[in-house]
């Protein structure tokens, strides 16, 4: 016989099963929910070893012997890079008062000149009128002194008086005047009065070097030279200026008439000393530093324009560490120092390397203390470290 059952029952099944699905799916949407509830997973902890910790064989650790820092008391240092100058004060200029055409050029610019040495020679207009003033105001004086005389004699014998004497005493003295001041406008111009001719010489004031010269050889070939130029510039390089930019913070710890001392790029091996002549007043607001003048005698090798480097020492002594030289690595423009760090293990530590000094020691600013102990071989213990 054929049995009928509900809809219900044709879908889901007989009732216990209905109800073992339910409780099915009710048990693993609360087992999805509890999984997916947004909580990150549990951190993963990597150790990493630290780069800066050397680990050598225990045989190997007698290799690297150990040595104790030391101290030194000496200056704290400053060191500033600056340019070779000429001195302004012994600067000269070279001015021709005469206008007219260069004739002749016998210097150049770079050449060497002494005192007295002709320079060149001008060809002057203007020479030519002082010369015609100069030879009428001698006329006139002579003129002059010869009606003095006569007028003095005559009244000696009582033919003129005594006002017509001194009209005449009066012509010879402004005569005379006017011949001083035609003598002199000649020797202004660079004129010999006595020997008349046209062409000025011009000569070196000084001894020294001739830094800047607007005298060319176009100008022998008839171009006028005007009397305000600066013709030529000679400079005595005896003593020089060391122009240096010192920042702003150094500055308290400089002071004029302190010492310097110069090293010069070209000659590594010649130190050369000066003193501080000035700090300027103002600050280059773009980079803020400040123009130090260094006054030094130069021996011959200081050249215009020459890169140097001044160590300016101050007066007060500083305690600094002091360890071998070889304990110190140079490494990627860095210094360091290996340290003991318990057992057959080094730790290298960054210091603050400072000047080299006497017995292969060097000295150390900052990063390591006196007392520490170091490694006396760096390098080779850096180069065992990575092998």
Not at 2 to 21: E, K, N, S, V, Y
Not at 58 to 71: C, I, M, R, W
Not at 342 to 365: C, S
Request: net charge negative.
């Amino acid at each position: 016989m054929t049995q009928h059952f509900p809809l219900w029952r044709r879908l889901f099944g007989p009732p216990g099963f209905a109800f073992a699905t339910c409780l099915t799916l009710s048990f693993s949407a609360c087992g999805s929910k509890e999984e997916g509830n947004g909580a990150p997973p549990p951190a993963k902890v990597v150790e990493v070893a630290d780069m800066n910790v050397i680990t050598i064989d225990k045989n190997d650790v007698p290799k690297f012997p150990l040595v104790t820092a030391g101290q030194i008391e000496s200056s704290s240092e400053l060191k500033a890079t600056g340019t070779v100058s000429p001195d302004v004060s012994r600067e000269v200029p070279v001015i021709s008062i005469a206008n007219g055409r260069v004739v002749d050029i016998k210097a150049r610019l770079d050449d060497n000149v002494k005192k007295g040495q002709l320079l060149f020679s001008v060809q002057s207009g203007d020479v030519t009128n002082a010369y015609d003033a100069y030879l009428k105001a001698a006329n006139d004086e002579q003129l002059a002194n010869k009606a003095y005389a006569r007028a003095d004699d005559l009244y000696k014998h009582g033919a003129i008086s005594q006002a017509m004497l001194e009209q005449a005493e009066d012509s010879e003295k402004d005569a005379r005047a006017d011949l001083t001041a035609a003598q002199e406008q000649l020797k202004v111009l660079g004129a010999d009065p006595n020997h008349p001719s046209p062409i000025v010489a011009v000569y070196a004031p000084i001894s020294g070097v001739v830094i800047g010269q607007n005298v060319t050889n176009a100008a022998a070939a008839g171009v006028s030279l005007s009397g305000t130029a600066t013709a030529f510039t000679i400079a005595d390089l005896s003593r020089v200026w060391i122009l240096c930019d010192v920042y702003e913070n150094d500055l308290s710890r400089i002071q004029i008439g302190q010492e310097a001392k110069i090293r010069v790029d070209a000659y590594p091996d010649k130190a050369l000393t000066g003193r501080i002549s000035d700090i300027g007043p103002v600050l280059d607001p773009s980079i803020r530093t400040a123009k130090v003048r260094i006054d030094v005698p130069n021996p011959g090798i200081l050249r215009l324009g020459m890169f140097v480097t001044a160590t300016f020492s101050s007066r007060k002594k500083e305690t600094h560490t002091v360890v071998p030289a070889d304990a110190v690595l140079h490494l990627h423009d860095r210094d360091w120092v290996y340290l003991p760090a318990g057992d057959n293990q080094f730790r290298r530590t960054e210091v603050h390397a400072g000047q080299m000094l006497d017995g292969n020691r060097q000295e150390i600013l900052s990063g390591l203390n006196p007392g520490q102990q170091v490694v006396t071989k760096a390098l080779l213990l850096e180069t065992a470290g990575n092998q």
